[in-house]
Every structure is written in C-alpha cells, then in structure tokens.
C-alpha cells in the first residue's frame, strides 16, 4: 500500500502542477483583444490616488498613474476576505468563506508538511519539545493551519452542499458534477479531521509520511491516514477538471481585462500588435462580410481606400 | 406560468416562457402598477405572432421569422453551431476571446451578480433575464455541440440539450433584454463578464448569420456607412440643419455665430451623436454658443458619418465597429485637426477612444477624448462668466454607463455641476455605481413592434424609480426640475419614461444635456437658455 500512496502522491503533484502550468500558458497566449475595462479599478480604496486618466484634459499628453502594487494588494488580500460576498450575499459568504479557506489552508497546511518533514530529514525536530524555535514554530503553524482547514473546510463544504439544494437560484445551475465536487472536498477535509482527532493528532505521521516521499523510501501510515492521503491525491488529479483554476485566473481576470486600461499611443508596441492583429484572416459568413479578407481589409471596405492606417 | 423556468427550457416550443405581468414589476413609490394595460406584451398584430419568433416574453426585438421547411431549420441550426464555433477561434475572435473564455471557463455561478442588474430586478426576478442565464445555456451548448462531450460526460454537467430553431431565436431575442450595462461584471470576484457573453451572442447572429434588429444594422451602421448617419441625414441636410440651428442660436441669443464646418487645421472635430440635431438641437447650439465664447478653434465634418458620432456596431459587430471607427477616424485625419472631442453621446465614447483604441493606428490613430474635461476646463478657468442662480431649480444628473463604469469618467460633470447648479442632487447609487437609463446597447432606438414596451416597463424601471427618489422631497409639479442625461440614448430612453409615465405634467420632470445647463448659467445671456415650455 505504501508504494501506492507514494505513487499517487508524486503523481497527484505532478499532475496537478503540469495541468496548470499547461492551462495558465494556454491562457496568456490568447490572443490581445479589444479593451474591456470596468471601474472602479480598486473597488471601495480610498487610499488609492488610481483615477481614470480619461478625466484629465488631453489625457494623452499626461503621465498615466497605475498603481500596480495597490493592484496586487488588493486582489491577494481578498484571497482571504472574499468581500463582494460579505458586501452582497451575507449568508452565501458564512458558508462560502470557510470553504474557501479550508482550501487555501490544507493547500498551505500540506506545504507545511512537506518543509517540516525536509527539516525533520535534515535533523531539525519539528515538534513542541524541538530545540529549534524554527522546529516549535513549525509545528505549531502547521498543527493550526491543518486542524482551521479541515474543520473550517468540512463546515463550509456541508454549507455550501446545503445551499445548493435549497436555494433554486443555485440549484437551476448546478450539474451533477458540482455536487460531486462538493461531496468530494467534503470526504477529504471529513477525513482529515478524522485522521486529526483519532489517529494523528500531532500530524508526526503525516510527516514522516512526507520524509519517506523526500527519502524515496515510503511508509506505511494507518487507515484514516491512507484514506486521507488517497482522496486528497485524488484530488489533485481531479481539480484541473474543474473551475478550480479560477484562484489564478482570477489574478489575470482582472489585472489583464477588467483592468487593462492600456492606450496604443501612436509609435507604441502596443500599436504594433494591433497593426498584426490586424493582418490576420476573418470567416465570419454574415451577409456584410467578405470572409476570407484580413480584419484591416474589412475594416476598410467601407471606407475611401488607398490611405493608410488601420 | 407560475413554473420555475430553467435553462433547459429554452428549447420547448409552445407559448411564451415568461409572461410580464404588472404586478409582477418591481414595485414604484407614486407609481400604479395598475395603470398599466395589460399584457405589457400587447401590440403584435396576429400575423405577426403566426410568422415571427415572439415566444421568449412576448416581446420583438429583432423578429426572426419562423423557418417554412424542415431544411431552413436545420441549415439555421448548422449556420449557428459555424458561428458558436468561430467565437472561440483565435483569427475570428481575437477582438475578445480572452475575456469570453474567461468568462464561460471561470464562472461558478454564484449568483452574485444578480441582484445588481436592474432588468431582471425589476422585472421581478424573471429567471430568463438572470445574467447568469445566457451564458450557461451557451455553456451546455458548447459542451455538447462543440467540445462534443459524450452521454455520460453531458449528463455529468447538465448539457443534454437539444438545438432547434426555437431555442436560437430565443437565445436572439435573449441577448436583446441585456443593456450590456456590466453592473453585473463589475460585482464579479472573478472578473467573470456576463454582459460580454451577451454582446458575444449578439455578434454571432450578425457576423455569421446575419441577424440583427434592423433599427441597429440596417437602418444603423449600414445606414451611417453609406449615407453618412443612422438617422439617414445626408451631409446636405447636415448643413441645412446647421443653418437652422444658426438661426436659432440668433433668435434665443442675438448672436450671430457662424458653426465652422470642415474647417482645416482646427484644434477639435467636435463629434456629436447625430440624434442631437434632429431630436435635440439646443444641444448643438450650446456647443456651439459655449466654444465661441471661448473662442475655441473647432470644427464640425460634413464628411459621411464624419457628424455622427455614434458606433452601433460596439453592440453587436465587430467589423461594423471597426468600419464606423475609420470612418470616423478618416473625417478627423482629412481635416488635420489635433484631436477629436467626444460630444454628449456615451456608447461613442467608449466605441472611439476605448474600443477602437485597438483598431485604429498610424495617421488615423488620433487623439481622442471626452468633451467632460474640456466642458469643466471651461467652466472651472473662468473663461466663461457664469452665474449659478440662473439653474436654481432642483438637477439631478443620470450617469451613462459607457461614460462611468466603462470608462471612468465620473467626476469632471459632477464638478461643474455643483459649480453651475446650486440644487444639484445625486441619484443613488450614482457614479460608476449607476443603473443603466434602460435604453441602453441600442434600446433607446429600438421602437418597432412592442419592444418599446418592454425597456420603458422593464429595462428602464429602475432609472425611473431612481428619478422619483432623487426628486422625493421637490415632487411638487409647481417646481419644476431637470434631469441632466449627458448622453443622446440616455436622453431618448428617459423621453421616453418621462412620456409614458407622465413626469412632465404630474411632476414637472424635463431633461436634457449637461451643456444647456452650462449655457443656461451664461451671465452675458440675455434670457434663459433652456426654455421650459418647449420641452
């Protein structure tokens, strides 16, 4: 069983992290597009100088002021707030928000466990008694960082299973396969709780699970642990089958779309992807198009030709 | 008509899926439901309900007629899944494949944005306008059509859904009942646009099979393009009409201002949405007043479609965005002005300086803004003397859209506003916050069959409960009170509530744009510009 949990595990990872990467890249190579930006570019920050530079008079001959930073800020800070739903749908958001939180932890509770069974393998003790701050600190993260997930998960994951059936608006969309997801992280963050309370309350085993994957020589743990350490590798391989990527997308989302708010000032870069965008060959079939012509030709059909532009 | 409709209902044939009903509208302080005849969906002659597809809500936007054979459905239905399939291809849709596949990947229907779109609140929660709605039934439509997911997998995300003709027509229709607004995409924590996936629908049925309301294509852009306007004034009616607008400029003002037309080397072609000089000429005049007291150098171009500002292909069509953009462009560049001022019309200002911001380059990519900060530059330098006393009565301004939340601009009108108008009051939410006028992606033009009906009751129910409230404490009809709409569409949809709703005699509820306000506060005016009776 040993071999097979180990297996799973550097195959969950591998997987995991190989389907991103291919979905991220898959994302950014779609093509620039027509702009299609929505304000305010940070919602309810009042601390933010960022306005429109729209509103200054010839606008164009002004330094444009983009906050980056603020931008960043506010998007990895609502990682943890989830504020439209606290704003909007109070109640959806008691049960939304621990869910979510219960991912974000056992993502980082499993990090955790990862350094702290690389630390134990270098020799430094990763428990309350460690002669290493580092080793008690540790211990103590992970051991609250595990415990916040499974049970802020576990609640969450029955509120929003809950919410679904009962309230039609959410119900009319839902698919099966949502609710397979629902149940899914349900038995996960259920039997990590489980393995918490029954069988390892510390997560010792959990690590040393961890230092036999970083030494190559797996190891045996006990049931509830198997049990956990399967569905959670499951897991793995599941979620790029799901939305779940919209933690990353999210960032682009916004930073790329909704936030654009780039100009093609004349001589700029910008204007030379527009000039290629431009070249590429349309087939639409609609009756006012000439399908096969490049989008500039197109554009220009109705206007006087031989001129240049577009 | 009491059942829930779901997704998978918009292929049933039969009657309509939902029936608008008075009492069910969301509910107006002042305002009877009863009044109102019913059905709201009234006014299709019978032949129209045997030959047009109206089984959506009753209502017409577009009128697809009914295929006559079994192969006109089917060659209907294969012409639809081409132009599905072109939407997610990177040469035909480059124009805004990231941000539809963002949108119809990442979406976890939460339904949080729906409470801030204001049709599907007020029409009472009507599932079919739910934001969510279109784009999940395209959603099970590409999983079972395009991506070609089997038995188990289209049972697995709910896509079993057959494609006939009933369903696309209403899936037409459908994207026809979104102002294409984006308060819903702006609540998105995801950065999901499902007003975009409408505006995605709507470019299928016109780029690949060439469906579109005709008030918006061929009486719209295809109009403007060959004739020089959607309103179908020449460029020698153009300059009638200037001559007239001459004329009253001397009756109102004894002024003898001379409106410069495809005058070279100008610093401004000013652009103004074409609606304004056969609707709303005193728009036009106090342009004109305003720049020649200012002694602006400026131009308008009688050049086709150069005097019409407006771009109805951001609605619905990209090349036909992409073509009134270069025609706007070419006007500018044969004049050799140093930049373009966007007038009062706010779909063109997102259409020419933002959208086409990515089509037009080289000589044609010339600098364009919005007329807001030149109108405050103007007022706040104290080029103009002014005298606030003559706008006191109570203002409240509307907030266009394409203006706010697409662009950003939402503070050069406020301050010239509180500057010229010592009763200014703010509608809530107002800003980028706004509600949509509910004439707006086109409605406010869109009047044939019984569509009218359907965004004065419906789409423009919340602007009108939003009016009332702005004004609850002056409702007396002896005070009278402006709403200042800076946008042509804005201006004709609030007309309309205004009429249908009879503001103006109840209320003494008048509209109009932001620069007859700024006229009207002229100190070296003689007599008041904007003349109440005449409204």
């Known amino acids: 069983m040993r071999f097979v949990l180990a297996a799973l595990t550097y195959f969950g990872y591998l997987f995991i992290i190989t389907m991103y990467s291919v979905k991220v890249v898959k994302y950014l190579r779609l093509p620039m597009h027509l702009r299609s930006e929505v304000y305010p570019v940070i919602p309810g920050d009042k601390l933010s100088k960022e306005k429109t530079y729209y509103e200054n008079l010839e606008w164009w001959t002004k330094l444009r002021q983009q906050n980056k930073l603020r931008r960043l800020w506010f998007l990895f800070s609502d990682y943890l707030l989830l504020a439209e739903y606290f704003r909007r749908d109070r109640g959806y958001w008691l049960v939304v928000y621990p869910w979510h939180i219960g991912f974000i932890f056992i993502i980082t509770f499993h990090i955790l466990s990862f350094f702290g069974a690389l630390f134990e393998w270098f020799g430094v003790s990763v428990a309350p008694?460690?002669?290493?701050?580092?080793?008690?600190?540790?211990?103590?993260?992970?051991?609250?960082?595990?415990?916040?997930?499974?049970?802020?998960?576990?609640?969450?994951?029955?509120?929003?299973?809950?919410?679904?059936?009962?309230?039609?608006?959410?119900?009319?969309?839902?698919?099966?396969?949502?609710?397979?997801?629902?149940?899914?992280?349900?038995?996960?963050?259920?039997?990590?709780?489980?393995?918490?309370?029954f069988a390892d309350p510390t997560f010792s085993e959990y690590r040393e699970f961890w230092k036999g994957l970083i030494a190559f020589n797996p190891i045996n743990v006990g049931t509830l642990a198997t049990v956990h350490i399967l569905l959670f590798a499951f897991l793995l391989i599941y979620l790029p089958f799901t939305r779940s990527l919209h933690y990353i997308t999210r960032l682009f989302g916004f930073l790329l779309i909704r936030w654009d708010d780039e100009p093609s000032l004349p001589g700029s870069l910008l204007e030379r992807k527009v000039e290629e965008a431009l070249k590429q060959k349309l087939n639409w079939q609609g009756p006012h198009i000439q399908s096969g012509s490049t989008w500039r030709d197109a554009a220009l059909e109705e206007a006087p030709r031989g001129r240049n532009g577009v | 008509m009491s059942k829930r409709i779901k997704v998978s209902d918009m292929g049933r044939e039969g009657d309509p899926l939902v029936e608008i009903r008075s009492q069910d509208l969301m509910p107006i302080p002042g305002i009877s439901a009863n009044a109102l005849q019913e059905p709201l969906s009234k006014g299709l002659t019978e032949n129209q309900k045997r030959e047009l597809e109206c089984s959506l809500d009753g209502f017409v936007a577009i009128?697809?007629?009914?295929?006559?054979?079994?192969?006109?459905?089917?060659?209907?239905?294969?012409?639809?899944?081409?132009?599905?399939?072109?939407?997610?291809?990177?040469?035909?849709?480059?124009?805004?494949?990231?941000?539809?596949?963002?949108?119809?990947?990442?979406?976890?229907?939460?339904?949080?944005?729906?409470?801030?779109?204001?049709?599907?609140?007020?029409?009472?929660?009507?599932?079919?306008?739910?934001?969510?709605?279109?784009?999940?039934?395209?959603?099970?439509?590409?999983?079972k059509y395009i991506k070609g997911q089997g038995t188990f997998l289209r049972k697995v995300t709910r896509s079993d859904i057959e494609l006939n003709f009933t369903l696309i027509a209403r899936l037409a229709e459908l994207a026809y009942r979104c102002t294409l607004c984006r308060r819903c995409t702006q609540v998105c924590p995801l950065g999901v646009d499902n007003a975009l996936v409408s505006r995605e629908i709507r470019k299928l049925f016109s780029q690949e099979l060439g469906i579109a309301p005709?008030?918006?294509?061929?009486?719209?852009?295809?109009?403007?393009?060959?004739?020089?306007?959607?309103?179908?004034?020449?460029?020698?009616?153009?300059?009638?009409?200037?001559?007239?607008?001459?004329?009253?400029?001397?009756?109102?003002?004894?002024?003898?201002?001379?409106?410069?037309?495809?005058?070279?080397?100008?610093?401004?072609?000013?652009?103004?949405?074409?609606?304004?000089?056969?609707?709303?000429?005193?728009?036009?005049?106090?342009?004109?007043?305003?720049?020649?007291?200012?002694?602006?150098?400026?131009?308008?171009?009688?050049?086709?479609?150069?005097?019409?500002?407006?771009?109805?292909?951001?609605?619905?069509?990209?090349?036909?965005m992409a073509r009134v953009a270069v025609k706007h462009a070419e006007a500018a560049k044969n004049l050799h002005v140093k930049k373009i001022n966007v007038g009062e019309c706010g779909h063109a200002h997102k259409a020419f300086i933002v959208v086409a911001?990515?089509?037009?380059?080289?000589?044609?990519?010339?600098?364009?803004?919005?007329?807001?900060?030149?109108?405050?530059d103007l007022v706040m330098s104290g080029k103009i003397r002014l005298d606030p006393g003559r706008n006191n009565f109570p203002v409240t301004l509307h907030d266009p859209c394409n203006i706010v939340r697409l662009m950003g601009i939402a503070e050069p009108q406020r301050r010239i506003l509180r500057k010229i108008c010592p009763q200014f009051m703010e509608m809530?939410?107002?800003?980028?916050?706004?509600?949509?006028?509910?004439?707006?992606?086109?409605?406010?033009?869109?009047?044939?069959?019984?569509?009218?009906?359907?965004?004065?009751?419906?789409?423009?129910?919340?602007?009108?409960?939003?009016?009332?409230?702005?004004f609850k404490d002056v409702l007396d009809p002896t005070i009278k009170k402006y709403v200042c709409a800076p946008c042509s569409n804005c201006k004709g949809q609030i007309r309309d509530l205004i009429d249908v709703y009879h503001l103006g005699q109840d209320h003494n509820i008048r509209y109009g744009g932001l620069v007859e306000l700024v006229v009207n506060a002229m100190a070296d005016i003689e007599k008041p510009f904007i003349e109440w009776e005449s409204f």
């Open chain 1, 129 to 197: 008694n460690s002669s290493s701050l580092f080793g008690i600190g540790l211990y103590y993260v992970s051991l609250a960082t595990g415990v916040i997930s499974f049970v802020s998960g576990l609640f969450g994951s029955i509120g929003v299973l809950i919410n679904r059936l009962v309230r039609s608006d959410l119900r009319d969309y839902a698919s099966p396969q949502t609710y397979f997801n629902y149940l899914f992280l349900l038995m996960v963050f259920l039997s990590g709780l489980l393995v918490w309370i």
């Open chain 2, 214 to 320: 005709r008030e918006i294509h061929e009486q719209g852009t295809v109009q403007q393009l060959k004739v020089g306007s959607t309103t179908g004034m020449t460029p020698p009616a153009l300059h009638d009409i200037v001559a007239f607008v001459e004329e009253e400029i001397k009756e109102k003002t004894g002024r003898d201002i001379k409106i410069p037309i495809d005058k070279k080397n100008a610093d401004v072609l000013l652009l103004h949405n074409a609606g304004e000089f056969m609707s709303w000429p005193e728009n036009i005049e106090a342009f004109a007043i305003l720049f020649d007291a200012a002694n602006i150098s400026w131009t308008l171009s009688s050049e086709v479609a150069g005097y019409d500002a407006v771009n109805y292909g951001v609605w619905y069509d990209d090349v036909q």
């Open chain 2, 357 to 376: 911001d990515r089509v037009l380059t080289g000589d044609l990519n010339i600098p364009r803004e919005s007329v807001f900060p030149l109108l405050e």
């Open chain 2, 63 to 143: 009128g697809i007629p009914r295929p006559k054979s079994q192969q006109e459905e089917e060659a209907l239905v294969k012409k639809f899944l081409e132009g599905l399939k072109k939407l997610f291809e990177k040469e035909n849709n480059w124009t805004f494949l990231q941000p539809l596949v963002h949108s119809m990947e990442y979406c976890v229907k939460c339904q949080l944005c729906s409470e801030s779109c204001p049709a599907y609140v007020a029409s009472g929660r009507k599932e079919i306008y739910r934001p969510t709605f279109r784009p999940e039934l395209l959603r099970r439509l590409i999983n």
């Open chain 2, 428 to 470: 809530e939410p107002h800003g980028v916050d706004n509600y949509c006028c509910g004439g707006g992606s086109g409605f406010a033009i869109m009047n044939s069959r019984n569509f009218k009906d359907w965004k004065v009751h419906v789409s423009g129910r919340m602007k009108l409960k939003q009016i009332l409230e702005a």
